[in-house]
């Protein structure tokens, strides 16, 4: 029974036990949807289409563009061996700037590709797909999909080749088949309805008694725990910062009641004021 707790300053965030992961938490998904058993029909059946086969470039994949920009994870990231890729994310927790983030993904995918020296005439149909447990644009759909068109004439599309999808669990419109509202509610924590839903139950039960997944959801909570800490030191680091410089700019504190108050060393009191002096 693994809890991870992070406690700072009266705090506790509390990770869920490896024993309880759903489908719908990330890396129960992941798990999951690295095996083309769950993988193919899952995608079958949100785009409605058959695909014959599916290839993992790699689960997880990260990609890097440069030293200094951001680095993107994707959730599963695979192609069908017909210059198609598709991208699916799972998203738990309501974020109104999600429209952004797949259009960052859409980006980064991209340059990914011409990155390894292609020309842009070969970029691959794409894909970002985002399965949410809630409707992120309020209208009751389940499905949400975007493709880039013109809007003086909405049948004319631009055939860029690229796709956004998002799902919403929740939906109350019968505007999806049986078949993929059975796995939205099972996504959703319904029961299994359909032999789909519950070979994907099974295997939730499987992964749940695994112990190298077991190990492995370990190990991952505890670098989040690492990098939670590290990020909440900066951000007390540079409230200080902050707080000494308005008592140097004051000028009613000697050097040493300053960092008495404001937590830092002297020195990084006298560094702090050498900088605020006038040129």
């Known amino acids: 029974?693994?809890?991870?707790?992070?406690?700072k300053r009266g705090f506790v965030i509390m990770e869920k036990a490896f024993e309880e992961l759903q489908i719908k938490d990330d890396f129960m998904f992941s798990v999951i949807m690295r095996n083309p058993k769950f993988c193919k029909p899952f995608l079958e059946r949100?785009?409605?289409?058959?695909i014959s086969r599916i290839e993992y470039p790699k689960s997880q994949e990260t990609i890097d563009i440069s030293a200094d920009a951001k680095s993107v994870r994707l959730d599963i990231y695979v192609e069908d061996g017909k210059e198609t890729v598709y991208n699916i994310e799972m998203q738990t927790t309501e974020n109104k700037n999600l429209p952004k983030r797949t259009r960052y993904y859409q980006g980064m995918i991209d340059l990914n590709i011409l990155e390894k020296g292609d020309n842009y005439k070969d970029l691959k149909r794409s894909f970002v797909i985002f399965v949410c447990t809630f409707d992120l644009f309020g209208e009751g759909r389940h499905i949400y999909t975007f493709e880039n068109r013109c809007i003086q004439n909405p049948e004319l599309g631009l055939g860029d080749d690229t796709t956004k999808i998002i799902l919403n669990t929740k939906g109350t419109i019968d505007d999806v088949t049986p078949e993929m509202k059975k796995l939205l509610d099972f996504i959703d924590g319904k029961e299994p309805e359909d032999d789909f839903t519950r070979e994907l139950e099974e295997a939730v039960q499987s992964v749940r008694k695994n112990e190298k997944w077991r190990l492995d959801y370990m190990t991952l909570q505890m670098n989040y725990q690492e990098k939670y800490e590290q990020g909440y030191d900066e951000g007390d680091r540079k409230r200080a910062i902050s707080v000494a410089m308005r008592m140097i700019e004051a000028n009613k504190l000697s050097p040493e009641e300053i960092a008495l108050y404001?937590?830092?060393t002297l020195e990084q009191v006298r560094e702090l004021e050498k900088e605020l002096q006038p040129v």
Do not use: P, R, T, Y
């Open 46 to 50: 949100i785009l409605g289409i058959k």
């Open 262 to 264: 404001s937590g830092l």
């Open 1 to 7: 029974h693994i809890i991870i707790e992070v406690k």
